[in-house]
């Protein structure tokens, strides 16, 4: 429904203002106020007289406090904005408004950025908003910011206020011309990535221009630029949500791509003296994936104006598209191509790590007669950790399959399953504890403890990230051996050559013959690499491990990496999103963490260490 800016309306704008309540309301023409929660701030966009610039408009929805509304719409926009600035500096002690202007006729000449402000007064303000506008970068860009007087604003018939009003209720009147060139000069259309990119940017410099301003001017005190962003989330986003874990929830990716036949296959590879590939077989498929990307492709992404939440939902669709590509896809020679894409390949410098590790330990450690724990004990250990977890969150509900169609071990929607063959050594059952359900698991259940469900299907690429933490916790708890280490590697050599066209018996005879596996311990790895079509994903495990040692000797902390299913460059959007109160602190927390025992191994992680150091 359409207002009209009325007294009365005004009255009820100013009212709800004054009992710390959102404002959200249609104005005439297509206009809008949205002020997220009493904020010391305001972004202004005025459509100028009949040429509506829906594009610069933009730019004003990712703020947290925003009025669209027309040049023809005075005086009544006047006394809208003046009421708002005189609730908003009666609670905060100033105020501050952001006018965005296109340039209106720009030439090569035209910065992209001006910054209109007073003269003499508030310098700081300014030069924050100015240094911030410098370091915004978009590639084949230049990045010209110019600073010139607001006496545009303050004078004619389009001014908001006099000056004398400004200083008079301690009001500070800014103004930020764009040079359009997210819109194509001749048809006046935007270019989509670019305006999506440069709104996203833009967004940033103008919290923490607001972050400077209301610190120093206002009793406003915010413990990050961040927390000036949006607390309250448009329905829409949660129904976005919902749609894209919906399709999520609709195959198992890992048990689709792995066999089901694997001791046939083993025992048809040996009966063959190791010369011909087995075949492998697979569940059927449960799903079209033609008519999954019809449905993700509906899904309306671009009508939420949050650019955090926009990239992250964004950033799902394009890994569920690689996905059922690779579905679709599967057991033929275009399954790798997505699978490179989506879990990456091998650099030389993991590689080099890789065969270092392998040089380092060049024969197995591990004596033939190791003791195995028997699957129905291990599987009550898992239980006992999951009991632990529940202990500290309810929402826990989870628990242990024993499967004869799973190999190993495989964590699937919350819950362990174990292959009723699975060798597990007993001197190894804490740390794959630790691993699945201390790791996985328990960020699956962090992850399902907050509004955003992205954060328990995974974010793209959080694999890397997932395995990492869950490698590292077996070292906090004393099981990562040097065998683990040999594995490790060999998963990474074995990736490395399937990308380079080697074939499933020659990665197995690399394995044997040049780096001294045993033929099962061989067969499983080249299957887990080779399976589907050739699955790069178990190069992650070695590759998480490296970089995550390397966040550690940065002195960050372990525990915001298990708020869910998150990747390592995700950390600045789940700390925003934590600062604007749309995510909550972790719930679970898993056991090494809790132990002080384990502090000075977290704390030898953080002073700096390499992966050779942990062998």
């Known amino acids: 429904m359409t207002d009209d800016i009325s007294d009365s309306f005004i009255k009820k704008v100013s009212s709800s203002l004054k009992r710390g309540k959102q404002v959200h309301r ?17 972004v202004l966009f005025r459509h100028p007289t009949g040429k509506p610039d829906h594009a610069t408009a933009d730019f004003a929805k990712a703020t947290a406090s925003y009025i669209i509304s027309h040049e023809e719409q005075m005086p009544q926009l006047q006394e809208l904005i003046r009421a708002v600035a005189e609730e908003m500096a009666g609670q905060f002690g100033a105020f501050m408004i952001l006018e965005l202007l296109a340039a209106p006729s720009p030439d090569r000449e035209t910065p992209l950025f001006k910054v209109l402000g007073p003269e003499k007064q508030l310098p700081a303000t300014i030069s924050t908003l100015v240094q911030e506008l410098e370091q915004i970068k978009i590639s084949g860009i230049h990045t010209a910011v110019k600073t010139a007087s607001n006496k545009a604003l303050l004078e004619g018939p389009l001014r908001l206020m006099p000056e004398e009003e ?11 011309e764009l040079k359009p060139i997210y819109c194509d000069s001749k048809t006046g259309r935007p270019y989509p990535l670019l305006l999506r990119t440069l709104r996203e940017k833009l967004s940033n410099a103008i919290k923490k221009t607001v972050f400077d301003f209301v610190n120093v001017q206002t009793t406003h005190k915010a413990i990050h630029f961040q927390a000036l962003g949006r607390q309250a989330v448009n329905r829409v986003v949660w129904r976005i949500d919902k749609q894209l874990t919906g399709i ?5 990716f890992l048990l689709l791509v792995t066999p089901v036949n694997n001791s046939e296959a083993w025992e048809e590879f040996r009966k063959a003296k190791f010369s011909k590939a087995p075949t492998f077989h697979y569940r059927l498929m449960p799903i079209d994936a033609d008519q999954l990307k019809r449905r993700l492709y509906n899904i309306p992404i671009e009508k939420i104006d949050d650019p955090t939440l926009a990239f992250l939902f964004r950033d799902k669709r394009h890994e569920l598209d690689k996905m059922l590509t690779m579905l679709a896809d599967r057991n033929t020679p275009d399954f790798i191509y997505s699978s490179m894409q989506l879990f990456g390949g091998v650099d030389d410098q993991l590689l080099k ?5 392998l040089a380092a330990i060049p024969e197995p450690t591990r004596h033939t007669n190791v003791e195995l724990i028997p699957v129905p004990e291990f599987a009550a250990l898992a239980e006992q950790e ?21 190999v190993g071990l495989i964590v699937s929607k919350g819950r362990l399953n174990v292959g009723t063959d699975a060798k597990i050594p007993r001197h190894r059952a804490q740390a794959l504890i630790q691993h699945e359900v201390g790791t996985h698991i328990l960020t699956y259940f962090n992850g399902k403890a907050q509004p955003l469900h992205q954060l ?3 974010s793209p690429g959080y694999e890397e990230l997932q395995e990492g933490l869950a490698v590292l916790s077996e070292y906090l708890v004393g099981g990562l051996d040097q065998d683990r280490m040999r594995m490790l590697a060999a998963r990474v050599v074995a990736v490395y050559h399937l990308t380079k066209g080697c074939g499933f018996t020659d ?11 045993d033929e099962e311990t061989a067969f499983d790895t080249t299957m887990r690499v080779h399976r589907g079509g050739g699955l790069t994903k178990d190069a992650v495990y070695l590759r998480g491990l490296v970089h995550l040692l ?11 990496l298990l708020i869910g299913k998150i990747r390592q460059d995700y950390i600045p959007i789940v700390q925003e999103l934590i600062y604007r109160n749309v995510l909550r602190p972790v719930p679970i927390k898993p056991r090494y963490l809790l132990d002080p025992a384990i502090k000075p191994k977290l704390e030898q992680l953080k002073a700096g260490i390499s992966v050779f150091n942990l062998l």
């Open 248 to 252: 999520s929830d609709l195959f198992q």
């Open 353 to 357: 790590v890789a065969e270092g590790i």
């Open 166 to 176: 400004l200083k008079k209720h301690s009001y500070l009147m800014l103004g930020l």
């Open 26 to 42: 249609r104005l005439p023409q297509g206009g809008l106020i949205y002020i997220d929660r009493p904020l010391p701030f305001l």
């Open 386 to 406: 999951i009991d632990f977890l529940k202990a500290q969150y309810k929402g826990v509900d989870s628990g242990v399959d024993v499967r004869d169609d799973v």
């Open 550 to 560: 390397d966040y550690l000797k940065q002195g960050h902390e372990l525990e915001p």
């Open 456 to 458: 328990y299907v995974g």
């Open 507 to 517: 990665n197995f005879a690399r394995l044997t013959q040049q780096y001294h596996f």
